[in-house]
C-alpha cells in the first residue's frame, strides 16, 4: 500500500502525438515519439513499444497518457523524457492509454 500522498507526486498527463519516427537502435521494437503537453511543459520525447498494434502513420494526432516527472532515461542514442503509458492486449503486446474524448493537452490525470 501506499499513500495518497505519494500518487500524487506522480504527475500524469495527456498530450498529442505530434510525429512518430522508427526506433532501429532499441533493443525491442519501438517507435520514437514527440508529444505535445501543452504551454506548460511543451513537446517531449517518448520511445515506445507499440509496433505491434499501431503503424507510424496513424500515430500523428493520436492523444496519449504519459508520466511527464520521471527522470530522463537513455534508450540507446535517444534520452526519453516521458513514459507513455499503456496496457497488454491478450498477446501481451502495448495498447495505449488515451482519453475516452478529445480534451486539452496537458492535462493532469485526477
Same mark, same amino acid.
Given at each position: 500500500?501506499?499513500?495518497?500522498?505519494?500518487?500524487?507526486?506522480?504527475?500524469?498527463?495527456? +498530450? !498529442?502525438?505530434?510525429? #512518430?519516427?522508427?526506433?532501429? *537502435?532499441? =533493443?525491442?521494437?519501438?517507435?520514437? $515519439?514527440?508529444?505535445?503537453?501543452?504551454?506548460?511543459?511543451?513537446?517531449?520525447?517518448?520511445?515506445?513499444?507499440?509496433?505491434?498494434?499501431?503503424?507510424?502513420?496513424?500515430?500523428? +494526432? !493520436?492523444?496519449?497518457? #504519459?508520466?511527464?516527472?520521471? *527522470?530522463? =532515461?537513455?534508450?540507446?542514442?535517444? $534520452?526519453?523524457?516521458?513514459?507513455?503509458?499503456?496496457?497488454?492486449?491478450?498477446?501481451?503486446?502495448?495498447?495505449?492509454?488515451?482519453?475516452?474524448?478529445?480534451?486539452?493537452?496537458? +492535462? !493532469?490525470?485526477?
Amino acid at each position: 500500500m501506499i499513500a495518497f500522498e505519494d500518487f500524487g507526486k506522480v504527475d500524469v498527463r495527456v +498530450g !498529442r502525438i505530434t510525429r #512518430a519516427e522508427p526506433f532501429p *537502435e532499441a =533493443r525491442k521494437p519501438a517507435y520514437r $515519439l514527440w508529444v505535445d503537453f501543452g504551454a506548460e511543459i511543451g513537446e517531449k520525447k517518448s520511445s515506445a513499444q507499440i509496433t505491434a498494434n499501431y503503424a507510424l502513420e496513424d500515430l500523428p +494526432g !493520436r492523444m496519449v497518457v #504519459a508520466v511527464v516527472n520521471f *527522470e530522463p =532515461r537513455q534508450i540507446g542514442p535517444m $534520452l526519453s523524457e516521458v513514459l507513455v503509458l499503456g496496457v497488454p492486449d491478450e498477446a501481451g503486446q502495448v495498447v495505449l492509454l488515451t482519453p475516452e474524448k478529445d480534451v486539452p493537452t496537458g +492535462g !493532469r490525470m485526477y
